[in-house]
Structure formats: structure tokens, C-alpha cells
């Protein structure tokens, strides 16, 4: 193999995805979506979330110190898309039909359609850039999952089958598990909203 100097990408490395859920002063969730989401050791397992611009998201998680991170499927993937699309500055964006509930031990909001949901304390923030990029590391208070996927005589292969979790990498695309395409970031979100502008805080991700 020959390999060659290309400029800073994480093109080819596939990232799982999340609608992280935050409340607004209001006490009415905003969700947004994420992929820049991996996982960090406390005394058991946390979360580290890298988040690159001012967002309302953002402003809700330094509020509150608590969010909700929920697994993007294909079911859900058109609202995710939308939620990663429209910016949460904006008053209509959350005027969408939305399935919310609260989480079960912190005051979150849940994205019922998500058979994957963890409920987050930041315990530590580390700035990262100028802008407001920073990294989120959080303690995972409460995990939720779909009662289906928590049969212990599934197979790994039927668990992944039947989550059908979403992924992205190289050149704004979303990829199911199995690698069929399943469009373009902004795209799908016009089966939300046909008129959705991309939002500012969503440009560049
Ligand atoms: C596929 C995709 C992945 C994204 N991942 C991130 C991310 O990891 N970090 C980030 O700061 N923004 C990310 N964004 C942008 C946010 O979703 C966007 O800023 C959105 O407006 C956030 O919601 P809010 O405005 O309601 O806070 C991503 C957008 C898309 C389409």
C-alpha cells in the first residue's frame, strides 16, 4: 500500500449517529443532531461529545448540565436530518410533529422513535477553539433501550438488523449498517419540512 499526505479528514471512518435533546428555558425541548459522539472511561462508561459551534443546543446543555443523546435509525432518520438542518435559534424549528417524553431519571427530553437513548451529566467541559468548539465529557445517569433489542438469544447480526442504526462518512452522506446509501445530509429533511433552510449553526458539519 502507498500511502500519500491528504489534509486533515475523517472522510472514510464511519460515525454513528445521535439527536442530542435539550430544554429550553421554556421548559420545551430542542433537539439537534450529532456525530462527533464517542465514548470515555469514568468509573464506568461515559460519553464525549465534540460540539463546533455556538448552537442552541450547546446553550442548553451549559444551562442545564444535562442532555439526552437518542440513536438515529432509519425510521427516523427524515426528523434527525431536519433536526440537524434547521438551526434551534430559529422559534419554528421545533414546530414539527415530534414523540417526546421525559427521561427516566433526568429532566430530558426523550425521542421516543430512538430505540437507543442515554441520559447525560457533563462532568467535565474542555475548550477546543475559539469559536465555542469545545468537548463535552459526560457520566451516563441512565441508559434507555427498546425492550425488543434486550432479548439475550438474539444474534449480534439480528440485534444490528433490527436497530438499523444510521451512519455518515465521506461527502455528506448517510449510510445504513449494511451499506445501502439513505441521502444526503439536508436532504431527507424535506420529507419534514419541504421549505427547511440550513441554519447556520448546521453549515460546515
Ligand atoms: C449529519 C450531521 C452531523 C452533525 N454533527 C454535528 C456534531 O457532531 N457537532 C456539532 O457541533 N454539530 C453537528 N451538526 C450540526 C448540528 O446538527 C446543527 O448545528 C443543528 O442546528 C443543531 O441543533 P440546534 O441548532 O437546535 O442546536 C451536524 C449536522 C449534520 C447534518
Redesign the pocket.
Known amino acids: 500500500m502507498k500511502k500519500v499526505s491528504v489534509p486533515a479528514t475523517n472522510d472514510l471512518c464511519p460515525q454513528t ?1 445521535f439527536v442530542y435533546g435539550s430544554m429550553n428555558e421554556n421548559g420545551m425541548p ?1 433537539f ?6 464517542s465514548y470515555c472511561w469514568f468509573d464506568q462508561l461515559g460519553v464525549m461529545c ?4 455556538p ?3 450547546l446553550d442548553n446543555i451549559r444551562r442545564n448540565r444535562v442532555f439526552s443523546a437518542n440513536l438515529v435509525v432509519e425510521d427516523n432518520l427524515p426528523l434527525a ?1 431536519y ?7 430559529d422559534e419554528d ?1 421545533m414546530n414539527v410533529a415530534v414523540e417526546w417524553e421525559r427521561g427516566a431519571v433526568l429532566p430530558v427530553p426523550i425521542l421516543c422513535s430512538s430505540p437507543l437513548s442515554f441520559e447525560l451529566e457533563v462532568d467535565r467541559e474542555i475548550s477546543t477553539g475559539e469559536r465555542d468548539e469545545t468537548v463535552l465529557l459526560c457520566r451516563i445517569r441512565n441508559t434507555l433501550k427498546d425492550e425488543r433489542l434486550t432479548n439475550a438469544s438474539m444474534s449480534s447480526e439480528a440485534i444490528l438488523q433490527a436497530t438499523a442504526a444510521v451512519r ?1 462518512c465521506v461527502n455528506c452522506d448517510y449510510w445504513s449498517w449494511d451499506g445501502r446509501h439513505l441521502g444526503r ?2 436532504e431527507r429533511a424535506k420529507e419534514i419540512k419541504p421549505a427547511v433552510e440550513t ?1 447556520a ?2 453549515q460546515g ?1
Open positions: 449517529l430542542d439537534g443532531l450529532f456525530c462527533w459522539f465534540a460540539i463546533g459551534a448552537k442552541r443546543t436530518d433536526f440537524g438542518t434547521a438551526d434551534g435559534r424549528k455518515t445530509w439536508h441554519g449553526a448546521a458539519h
